[in-house]
């Protein structure tokens, strides 16, 4: 079984930062891409951040320029930076990871139990 774990989230007032982490563990071999996604209340869940499986980043247009996507692959921990917060990044942000376990011959996607993050006006 797979796990991801994630922490960092809470209430911050607008301006503010807050750094989000999620460790995947369990019978890992690998993992590929690691990324964050956001749903907020009454709307569609959507990419923050990710790392591709070719290792580059993308990033949503809304927060391009104040979060920034990280990864320690010793680890099998991606962290998300999130400064200059505005109450629109106010939603639960879910960890997702593509993990090839022992065993396994191809990669499956998992998904965290997210993390609550509010911004105050």
């Known amino acids: 079984q797979v796990q991801l774990v994630e922490s960092g989230g809470g209430l911050v007032q607008a301006g503010g930062s807050l750094r989000l982490s999620c460790a995947a563990s369990?019978?890992?071999?690998?993992?590929?891409?690691m990324g964050w996604y956001r749903q907020a209340a009454g709307k569609e869940r959507e990419l923050v951040a990710a790392?591709?499986?070719?290792?580059?980043?993308n990033y949503a247009d809304s927060v391009k320029g104040r979060f920034t996507i990280s990864r320690d692959n010793a680890k099998n921990t991606v962290y998300l930076q999130m400064n200059s917060l505005k109450p629109e990044d106010t939603a639960v942000y879910y960890c997702?990871?593509?993990?090839?376990?022992?065993?396994?011959?191809?990669?499956?996607?998992?998904w965290g139990q997210g993390t609550q993050v509010t911004v105050s006006s």
């Open positions: 997702n990871a593509d993990v090839r376990r022992w065993g396994d011959v191809r990669y499956y996607g998992y």
């Open positions: 790392f591709t499986s070719g290792g580059r980043t």
């Open positions: 369990g019978s890992i071999v690998s993992v590929n891409t």
